[in-house]
Structures are given as C-alpha cells and as structure tokens.
C-alpha cells in the first residue's frame, strides 16, 4: 500500500464539487470506471453483510424516465454513468449465511466454525429495534450511505466528478427499476462524469465550517 500525500488528499477532496453540469460528451474509461465500482464494493459495513446493490443504468430510456422524477436534473441524463445506491429491504439469516459461505471459501475456514458469531448476528437482525438507527430500513440506508461515501471519495482520487443525489423520487425509481420484486429499494443516487467548461459552480468557493468548529478534542 502507498499512501497519498496528506496535502494531495486535501487537494483532490477540494477539487471534487457536487457537479451541477456535466460534459456529455465525455465517458468515463471502464479501467477507471471498474475501479470505481471495486471501490464502493469494498466499502465497510455492519457486520460485512453488505446490505446493499449498486444499480448502474445503462440504458438511456430508463435514465430518461429517471430524470423525470428526479426534478428534472440534468445529471441523470448527461452524466457518463449513473448508479442508483440501493439498501436491502430485509436481511434475514439467510443472508448471514450467505455471507458465512463467502467467509468460509474466502479464508477457508469452516461455517461450523463461526457459529457463535452467526448466533450473534441472526439475533440482531432478528430484532430490527436492536440494530443502529432502531429499525431495518434505517440500519440498511446507513450502510448504503458509507458506500456512498466511498465512491464519492474516490472519485475525486481518480478526477471523476459526481454527484451524490437525494433530489429524487425513490419509490418511482423503485418501480423504473423493478427493484422492490428484488427485494431492494432506492435510498441515493450518485452521477459520475467529467464537469461541463460552463458548470459554473465549479468555480465556486467551497464552504465548509472551520475544523476548529466542527472537531472537537476532548
Ligand atoms: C446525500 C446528498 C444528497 C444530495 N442531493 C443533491 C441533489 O439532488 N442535487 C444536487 O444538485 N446536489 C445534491 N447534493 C449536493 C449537495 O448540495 C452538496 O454536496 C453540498 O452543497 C456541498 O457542496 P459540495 O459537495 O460541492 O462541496 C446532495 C448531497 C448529498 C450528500
């Protein structure tokens, strides 16, 4: 692993905006792409359940008839890949177990090995008030949301510009989609692209609170 430099990561997570305008000319390189995916693929979560999908929409109806209940923002539509961040509606221990077989190949260990730990787990997701944010569908949209931020940041660590929007209308997304019959609803959406010369809140000031005001040491 070779770390960036500190101040390289300040500039690259200045650098990067929430992108108003994109150039829709200009396509993201699937090497570049593929990375991105990996990237929010390897975002931690709540056990490793992984409570999520990553919707990629390819299809340029289906972006069209997105961007209708998206407020109408262009994003949708001229950005070079969109990526609907999906939460799980239910995980059940079917998915611990799922994931305990992946575990399992993965570091080849056997399942019987890792009973208690998947005690532990089916008795939490047993009991959604139990679970961060006291309920499923709270607990899941906040594992998606760290995904979100993973993609995010890196992003701007290859000079993609995105978008992360909440300024649609998910249960509409649900059904352009099909994605509750796969047991999955929209929570957030992020646009990926290269910046439009003329978007001009690129060039606008970032604003931020002072750290002093926002981290506190104790
Ligand atoms: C969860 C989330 C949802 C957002 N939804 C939208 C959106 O629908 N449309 C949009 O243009 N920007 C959206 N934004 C962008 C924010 O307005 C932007 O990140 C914020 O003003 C800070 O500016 P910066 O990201 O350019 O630094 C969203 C940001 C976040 C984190």
Same mark, same amino acid.
């Given at each position: 692993m070779k770390p960036i430099d500190p101040a390289q990561l300040i500039e690259n997570l200045n650098w990067r905006? !929430? $992108?108003? $305008?994109? +150039?829709? $000319?200009r396509k993201i390189a699937s090497g570049v792409w593929s990375a991105l995916e990996q990237a929010a693929v390897l975002a931690p979560s709540s056990y490793g359940l992984q409570p999520w999908r990553f919707v990629v929409v390819e299809n340029a109806e289906k972006r069209a008839a997105l961007k209708a209940v998206s407020w109408n923002q262009s994003q949708i539509t001229d950005a070079s890949h969109l990526v609907v961040f999906c939460r799980k509606l239910e995980v059940t221990a079917a998915d611990v177990d799922a994931y305990l077989e992946e575990t399992s190949k993965i570091?080849?260990?056997?399942v019987s090995a890792m009973a208690g730990y998947r005690g532990m787990m089916v008795g939490s997701i047993s009991n959604p008030g139990s679970l961060g944010g006291g309920s499923m569908d709270v607990w899941t949209s906040r594992q998606v949301y760290i995904a979100l931020g993973f993609f995010l940041s890196a992003c701007a660590n290859l000079g993609v510009d995105a978008c992360p929007m909440e300024g649609i209308d998910a249960g509409k997304y649900d059904e352009i989609l099909g994605l509750r019959a796969e047991g999955y609803a929209a929570t957030v959406v992020a646009a990926a692209g290269y910046r439009s !010369?003329? +978007?001009? $809140? %690129? %060039?606008m000031k970032k604003v931020r609170f002072p750290v002093e005001r926002v981290v506190k040491h104790v």
């Open positions: 905006y !929430a $992108t108003k $305008t994109f +150039d829709p $000319t570091r080849n260990v056997p !010369a003329s +978007d001009p $809140t %690129a %060039a």
